[in-house]
């Protein structure tokens, strides 16, 4: 399966933006999907995951009330919707799949990436 991200930008503290994840390739539906992100001198780091039907949620706690994962499976598509952007939350952000139901927040669990889109949050 091929990823390609977009959404990124620019904005302020406070402010919203929305992430999309367009999956090509194998059949959508049959991937658990993830958004990690990598800030500068960082490792990536786990954001939230959802299962391939969309029953299964998790999220790291620094962004639990804040993000939302969904996916749409006759589109092919994942979002995140993020809400009261912090600027620390400033990042390159990626999604990722994996075959399988399950979720998980290990990186290394996720062998299909997406090339990454760019969030920066102003103070």
């Known amino acids: 399966v091929q990823l390609q991200a977009s959404g990124g930008g620019l904005v302020q503290a406070g402010g919203s933006l929305r992430l999309s994840c367009a999956a090509s390739g194998r059949t959508f539906s049959r991937y658990a999907m993830g958004w990690f992100r990598q800030a500068p001198g960082k490792e990536r780091e786990f954001v939230t995951s959802i299962s391939w039907s969309g029953d299964a949620i998790y999220y790291v706690d620094s962004v639990k009330g804040r993000f939302t994962i969904s996916r749409d499976n006759t589109k092919n598509t994942m979002y995140l919707q993020m809400n009261s952007l912090k600027p620390e939350d400033t990042a390159l952000y990626y999604c990722?799949?994996?075959?399988?139901?399950?979720?998980?927040?290990?990186?290394?669990?996720?062998?299909?990436w997406g090339q990454g889109t760019q969030v920066t949050v102003s103070s």
């Open positions: 990722a799949a994996r075959t399988g139901r399950g979720i998980t927040v290990d990186r290394l669990e996720y062998p299909y």
